[in-house]
């Protein structure tokens, strides 16, 4: 059977009622929510449910990959730095990727399909790949607009900035009377080169990775294909950009000053690393664990939540 490069529209097209809960009940009135969502809009919510359900997990193993990132530190030193701010600072700086995840991933996935069944109508001859891969593209470019939200996680997860700033309020309140707007997208360079090709490489190889696995016979099978597919992607594409994140997580943790350009703070912390790829990588691992877990959980849950509603 030929494999799409992208996941098709008809692939997602939701299944009658009865397909969905066959051997058992379905747990929410037949078409009620889908018809109040409409098509589209069940894409966005599921997106977000999908993005809160995993950092409200993943959160404390975030925290530990953002202190690597920052400090080139071992992870034994990030778990000591978090055992010296203690319980009560473990979840300090949640807010902003709760709101932040959320609604990004909601526009990844809703975007994503609103894009590509709109360009799709006006391709024309342009290959669906060509048109799949534009919109992917556009999504993740327009995610871009919520930089501010990674802004003030970044700086209430540096400790160095506990006593200024008090929580996500005021934070976003001292950035604007202080500083203003632009200050809010510090770091925005690295997170556009960052979206669009990884937004671009996720849908890609959804599909085609998906079909790679054992066939699923049952319910629990699909989701832990889900899991699987979209964990593989996740970690693959977070240790590919991850030295745009080192770059992003130390231009965002400065608070006025010039805005210096991506290369230039690349290659600050390639210097004070000692020219070490390794150390430039420091936290890659952690990464790499904490994507697996992360994306495994936003897939399984987005395609599980699209067949409830």
């Not at 701010?85 to 709101?99: A, T």
């Not at 937004?199 to 990775?209: D, E, M």
Request: hydrophobic residues 40%; aromatic residues 8%; glycine residues 10%.
């Amino acid at each position: 059977m030929a494999v799409s490069t992208m996941d098709s529209e008809s692939a997602r097209t939701p299944q009658p009622q009865s397909a969905l809960t066959k051997g058992g009940h379905s747990l929410l009135p037949a078409g009620a929510l889908s018809t109040l969502l409409g098509h589209q809009g069940k894409h966005y919510v599921c997106g977000s449910i999908a993005a809160f359900t995993n950092i409200v997990i993943t959160f404390p193993i975030q925290k530990l990959l953002f202190r690597q990132q920052l400090h080139g530190v071992l992870a034994t030193e990030a778990v000591r730095q978090l055992q010296r701010d203690g319980l009560r600072n473990l979840y300090r700086g949640l807010l902003p990727p709760l709101l932040q995840k959320s609604t990004t991933v909601a526009i990844m996935f809703g975007l994503y399909e609103d894009f590509s069944r709109v360009l799709l109508d006006r391709a024309g001859d342009v290959p669906e790949l060509v048109t799949r891969s534009f919109a992917a593209a556009l999504a993740g470019t327009t995610e871009a607009i919520l930089t501010p939200f990674e802004r003030v996680q970044t700086l209430l997860q540096d400790h160095r900035h506990h006593g200024r700033f008090n929580n996500t309020a005021h934070t976003f309140r001292t950035l604007l009377t202080e500083y203003g707007v632009r200050e809010c997208y510090r770091g925005l360079v690295p997170i556009l080169l960052r979206n669009g090709p990884s937004n671009v490489l996720f849908f890609g190889l959804r599909g085609p990775i998906k079909e790679q696995l054992p066939e699923a016979k049952n319910k629990t099978g699909h989701l832990v294909n889900d899991f699987v597919c979209g964990g593989l992607l996740g970690a693959g594409l977070g240790i590919m950009f991850y030295p745009l994140n080192v770059v992003k997580s130390r231009a965002q943790s400065q608070v006025g000053g010039a805005f210096k350009p991506c290369k230039e703070v690349l290659l600050t912390v390639w210097r004070e690393r000692g020219g070490s790829l390794a150390m430039l990588f420091r936290g890659a691992h952690l990464n790499y664990h904490r994507s697996l877990l992360s994306w495994g959980i936003i897939n399984a849950t987005y395609e599980l939540l699209l067949k409830l509603l």
